[in-house]
T-cell receptor
Framework: DAKTTQPPSMDCAEGRAANLPCNHS???????VYWYRQIHSQGPQYIIHGLKNNETNEMASLIITEDRKSSTLILPHATLRDTAVYYCIVRDAGGTSYGKLTFGQGTILTVHP | DAGVIQSPRHEVTEMGQEVTLRCKPI?????LFWYRQTMMRGLELLIY????????DSGMPEDRFSAKMPNASFSTLKIQPSEPRDSAVYFC???????????FGEGSRLTVL
């Protein structure tokens, strides 16, 4: 699986948009970009994923650059409950990997009042 | 749906004792993953199963660790004998299909004295 690079930490004011960047310059054509988050003492939670096009769901938006070498997760109106570690993962959704997830160090997002 | 259920939630044991962690995946899911999380190493994939068959156990640290999945609704991770360096939070996750989203349990926090 391709490697991802994320900033170790970020801050965001409550109510503002949180934009979390991720670099995945070695991504291959059959690999998806996934985002998970882990709130303290809980198991990781799925947020969103995409292949080429931008995606949006009730939690967040995912913007993937045209060359697919980087992406940005957007939490449009961050709340204190969004404070967590956010993991950007490149995942081969099939083949011999059986969809396993390989976690990096992630970005610690702190949302402050 | 009850989600992925892990037990025990907390386990404190002494070095040399056998530890068994249990996981009940979400009904209908056919892939199951065991992860370990420590401050030093982050989230590490230990082993994963597809249709109850172990696919890749290359992440299992050593022969003291073993995992089984006797049926589609139950898996165990066993450490025998346990050592203080095995202290960690162990997560189980399941997914539907090869590229499905992973759902994580709440984890089992193991402390080996």
């Amino acid at each position: 699986d391709a490697k991802t690079t994320q900033p170790p930490s970020m801050d965001c004011a409550e109510g503002r948009a949180a934009n979390l960047p991720c670099n995945h310059s070695t991504i291959s054509g059959n690999e998806y970009v996934y985002w998970y988050r882990q709130i303290h003492s809980q198991g990781p939670q799925y947020i969103i994923h995409g292949l080429k096009n931008n995606e949006t769901n009730e939690m967040a938006s995912l913007i993937i650059t045209e060359d697919r070498k980087s992406s940005t997760l957007i939490l449009p109106h961050a709340t204190l409950r969004d404070t967590a570690v956010y993991y950007c993962i490149v995942r081969d959704a099939g083949g011999t990997s059986y969809g396993k997830l390989t976690f990096g160090q992630g970005t610690i997002l702190t949302v402050h009042p | 749906d009850a989600g992925v259920i892990q037990s025990p939630r907390h386990e404190v044991t002494e070095m040399g004792q056998e530890v068994t962690l249990r996981c009940k995946p979400i009904s209908g899911h056919n892939s199951l993953f065991w992860y370990r999380q420590t401050m030093m190493r982050g989230l590490e994939l230990l082993i994963y199963f597809n249709n109850n068959v172990p696919i890749d156990d290359s992440g299992m640290p050593e022969d003291r660790f073993s995992a089984k999945m006797p049926n589609a609704s139950f898996s165990t991770l066993k450490i025998q004998p346990s050592e203080p360096r095995d202290s960690a939070v162990y997560f189980c996750a399941s997914s539907s299909g090869i590229g499905g989203e992973l759902f994580f349990g709440e984890g089992s926090r193991l402390t080996v004295l």
